[in-house]
């Protein structure tokens, strides 16, 4: 499939839900609404299906118009995996009509499929799409564009920045999107209460295999009354420690299971690692879950790790 | 004068001095080396004088060949003000030959001034002059501009950022410069030492004016073994806490003073509170110096600063 393929696709159809992936972070939600946005300026019906959506990114949904329609056509954007739907699973496992996603691993299978590796964010394939549709790149598309590729690459720090993706944020800015206040809300705000927690993760933080892994975690405990906007992206922690070469981030969830983030200089690959625990992911970032208490999971993680490193 | 006009009167002469201000960023350096080697390159003598070159910046000299001659000819890069050339400034006055900046408060009084106030970055201007030249874009000078580009944008979030900052990088990104790992080393690396110095710094951290204020300190102790590299930026701090108007940061000098950091932004006037302390400065960032302990330098911060909101 091309860009075009993926557009012509779009256009002679109707009546969209799109899905993004639990957890939402700004890529998902970004491509979502953007495309939601595009589509429903086109003429069709459309909307954004998330199981959440955390209050910083709230104004990326502000002016999507709730639409009364049934839905015919599932497009799942930015998701790898069907099991990544959480919540929304069951209802929409199997029945995904086009996937649209940058994730070397994505496993769905669908009639239509648009994978391309080489984009550090998903929207910057949405943002081809949205201009192979022939929509208007509105003030909305392009804010939640921008959000998409500056949060997926931390504000084009990461190795996965490209040259392209550098001229698709300089084109967005360039339409006019609010990048200072994005970037100020996405990378320089944290509440009172994050910084305790950063904090206390940084007073538990555990290091291993002659400290080229750092590993840090939340307890629901450390976490309780907190937001997940709150929780979020204490992932980066760890990785900055010099000489470390894997950052782990273990979050206890409800359900009696710890969410596992790993995060690599690239020469280690995290996607390999996660994978032994049931996940995936990319290279320099994975994800996995493991079930257990905090000591078996701490344990199996220091394990696997003097293996990998 | 243009660009072009930069490289001409560039390439008329020989024997070049290129300096820096004192305390040198990333930007000063990375435009000193890049034209240093690109000047090099086209067979003409010349060398970088910096009051000093932090560890982490050493990468970027270290392919500049040291030439003996004798300068003839000095040229000031990111340098607004011939004070800012700190032990150098007496050597220097008076007898700059040409002035390339992007500060719009460029007061150097030299007889060739190319001053650009819309560029991001002093490197971005730099990054013209070196291809107008005719140089070969080395890996060395790509390298020595994108660690200019991108540390003088905060890794492209700061709202100085332009579509040209991105543009250039991208370019220079796709001529191969080692973007992650200059990112890694500049945005992404903290010793763990500097890790523990700020959970210190979180662990003592003070609110004050109902939250709108919080005040973090370094003492002599806190910091004793620690590079100034580790102790730098510890600034953005409190600023980056929700509801904070005013972020404080009073660190231990040897001579029994504190010397104060005020960020603000912006609504608040930074000057003026420092101003009844004997110091000054910005509307936005401000500084001055108290004289007394730990606590007493507290209370009276504390004291200025529930009158201030």
Known sequence: MTINDVAALLLRHDNYEIITHHYPDGDCLGCGYALCLALQQLGKNARVVNTDLPERFEFLAENVKAQDFEAEYVVSVDVADEKLLGCNQEKYAGIIFLVIDHHKSNCISAPHKYIDADAAAACEIIYEVV????????????????????????????????????????????????????NKIMFETKSKRRVELEREVLDK?????????????????????????????????????????????????????????????????????????????????????????????????????????
């Open 131 to 182: 201009k192979a549709l022939g929509a208007e790149l509105t003030h909305d598309i392009i804010n939640n564009l921008y959000t998409g590729v500056s949060t997926d690459t931390g504000c084009f720090c990461y190795p996965n920045t490209t040259p392209r993706t550098m001229r698709i944020a300089a084109d967005l800015m360039e339409l006019g999107c609010d990048s200072a206040y994005i």
């Open 205 to 309: 933080m555990v290091f291993c295999a002659d400290d080229q892994c750092a590993i840090i975690y939340t307890t629901l405990k450390m976490v309780e009354g907190l937001t997940d906007d709150e929780t979020e992206g204490l992932a980066s922690i760890p990785r900055q420690i010099e000489g470390v070469r894997m950052g782990i981030t273990a979050r206890e969830k409800a359900d009696g299971t710890f969410k596992i983030s790993v995060r690599t200089n690239g020469d280690v690959d995290a996607c390999e690692f996660c994978r032994q625990f049931g996940g995936g992911g990319h290279a320099a970032a994975a994800g996995c879950t493991i079930t257990g208490s905090l000591e078996t999971t701490l344990d199996a993680l220091k394990a696997a790790v003097e293996k990998a490193l």
